[in-house]
């Protein structure tokens, strides 16, 4: 049997809001700009997640390369009375590319629950942006063995009317919630094993050649140091880092690393 794999492998970077001044931006895109002038890849996806008062400027200074660029969240109304938040479809019409939606830090200090993540990535999905969707358990859960139950929750709940036909846009990336912030990443067999779970979930949910097509990403803790062992990993479909993707030479040399195996496992070909 013919088992289809995602087209592409993707990598993004996430700045949280470690970007203090219009001058640490300016100095991360131009590197990028010049390092990366010549990046033209049919098999990776680079993202750059950006605070939202930043991404207008990176989104233009970024307009010529091949490089895309996304948000950390979003409201999922298009329009109305509501203070504060920032609607998708003005998103779109600056030509955001992608959001990130359902983060860690979102759902511990916001209150982020399933329904919303939900609602965020329907908003996404109406527009025309690609949204990352993060699950992942806490370490009380993992330590409950809950693991797979909060998975299958996540997943089920987040994607709830997300049809077959509308997952082009989607990704997920399973991105263990203790694994955040650390000096370690999970380790190679947790990561392999989750990607597997994954999957397995996300074919309950869809017929198996469309949940196989889906990107599945790891994040937590992904460094230069640990980046190989992760992404030689089959299941997973590239990254999201953050404290190591905010040095743009840093976040130069995870692209290249993930780019190099992009390539390898395109050249082995799609079995
Ligand atoms: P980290 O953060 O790469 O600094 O561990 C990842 C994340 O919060 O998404």
């Known amino acids: 049997m013919k088992i289809f794999k995602p087209e592409k492998m993707v990598i993004f970077a996430n700045w949280k809001i470690y970007m203090r001044s219009r001058s640490e931006v300016k100095n991360y895109v131009s590197v990028l700009k010049d390092e990366l002038k010549y990046f033209k890849s049919e098999v990776l996806e680079i993202h750059i997640m950006t605070d939202f008062l930043s991404f207008d400027y990176v989104n233009s200074c970024l307009s010529e390369t091949q490089i895309k660029t996304g948000v950390q969240d979003l409201f999922w109304e298009d329009s109305g009375s509501y203070a504060g938040e920032v609607s998708p479809l003005m998103l779109k019409d600056l030509g955001c590319d992608s959001a990130y939606i359902g983060h860690s830090e979102r759902k511990t200090y916001f209150g982020e629950n399933d329904e919303d993540i939900n609602k965020k990535v329907l908003a996404c999905l109406r527009n025309g942006i690609k949204h990352f969707m993060f699950i992942g358990e ?102 999201g880092a953050s404290r190591a993707a905010l040095n743009p030479h840093d976040f130069v040399k995870l692209v290249r690393i993930t780019e190099e195996e992009a390539v390898r496992r395109n050249r082995v070909g799609k079995v």
């Open 138 to 239: 806490t370490m009380q859960e993992l330590e409950a063995g809950q693991t797979e139950a909060v998975l299958k929750r996540q997943l089920v709940k987040g994607l709830e009317n997300v049809s077959g036909e509308m997952l082009e846009n989607t990704v997920i990336i399973y991105e263990p919630r203790w694994a955040i912030g650390q000096k370690n990443s999970a380790s190679a067999n947790t990561i392999s094993s989750m990607h597997v779970l994954t999957r397995k979930l996300l074919s309950e949910i869809y017929s198996g050649e469309k949940a196989n097509r889906i990107p599945v990403l790891y994040g937590g803790s992904v460094n230069l140091d640990n980046i190989r062992e992760i992404i030689s990993i089959k299941e997973v479909d590239g990254i």
